[in-house]
């Protein structure tokens, strides 16, 4: 089974700060990584498929880079708006997706 | 307005079961590949089980034998029938919705429609 860890766990960070985030594979899933923003009480948000294509909607300051094992999502200018939980998930052994287990993103 | 909509969820027993209900507006659950995925306080989000447009099964290790997906074209609505559940099937149960966007060779899945969730509580 592919495994996916995510750097840091949690951070705080100011409004207007860049804020990165970083997703691991436990084997090369090539561009097979999809993020999600989740806030409390509420469902999990598509932000990123394909490791760096925009999800329709979602504001361009959000970012994804990565390929093989190593994956990053990106805010440049965080809004307070963005404060939530963000998810890394392969689709590489798809149907078996897998999530990360998530980076909490708090306001400093 | 593409939305789903959860229902069925409860406390029940170790060892009892539970049918969740999943009903989709603005789509046909028939004609998309369909979803169950939960989340824990301990496990965070973990994928439970899909059901391709082609009728194809599958599910996560853990769930198999035990719990069953199915569709009703009728009602537009998506299952999840649950046995011999355990303490540790104890969760938020979401239906999603997947997309497939082809580049070439490659196929790219992702969740894009997510229902807002149903609790499941299974305890004596």
């Known amino acids: 089974d592919i495994q996916m860890t995510q750097a840091p766990s949690s951070l705080s960070a100011s409004v207007g700060d860049r804020v990165t985030i970083t997703c691991r594979a436990s084997q090369s899933i090539s561009n097979y990584l999809n993020w999600y923003q989740q806030k409390p009480g509420k469902a999990p948000k598509l932000l990123i498929y394909?490791?760096?294509s925009l999800e329709s909607g979602v504001p361009s300051r959000f970012s994804g880079s990565g390929s093989g094992t190593d994956f990053t999502l990106t805010i440049s200018s965080l809004q307070p708006e963005d404060f939530a939980t963000y998810y890394c998930q392969q689709s590489y052994s798809t149907p078996l997706f897998t999530f990360g287990p998530g980076t909490k993103v708090d306001i400093k | 307005e593409v939305q789903l909509v959860e229902s069925g969820g409860g406390l029940v027993q170790p060892g009892g079961s539970l049918r969740l209900s999943c009903a989709a507006s603005?789509?046909?659950?028939?004609?998309?590949?369909m979803n169950w995925v939960r989340q824990t306080p301990g496990k965070g989000l973990e994928w439970v089980s899909v059901?391709?447009?082609?009728?194809?099964?599958y599910y996560a290790e853990s769930e198999k034998g035990r719990f069953s997906i199915s569709r009703d074209k009728s009602k537009n609505t998506l299952y999840l029938q649950m046995n011999s559940l355990r303490a540790e099937d104890t969760a938020v149960y979401y239906c999603?919705?997947?997309?497939?966007?082809?580049?070439?060779?490659?196929?790219?899945?992702?969740?894009?429609?997510w229902g807002k969730g149903t609790t499941v509580t299974v305890s004596s």
């Open positions: 059901i391709y447009r082609d009728g194809s099964t």
């Open positions: 394909a490791a760096s």
């Open positions: 603005g789509f046909s659950v028939s004609s998309n590949y």
């Open positions: 999603a919705r997947s997309l497939v966007v082809v580049r070439g060779p490659d196929y790219y899945y992702y969740m894009d429609v």
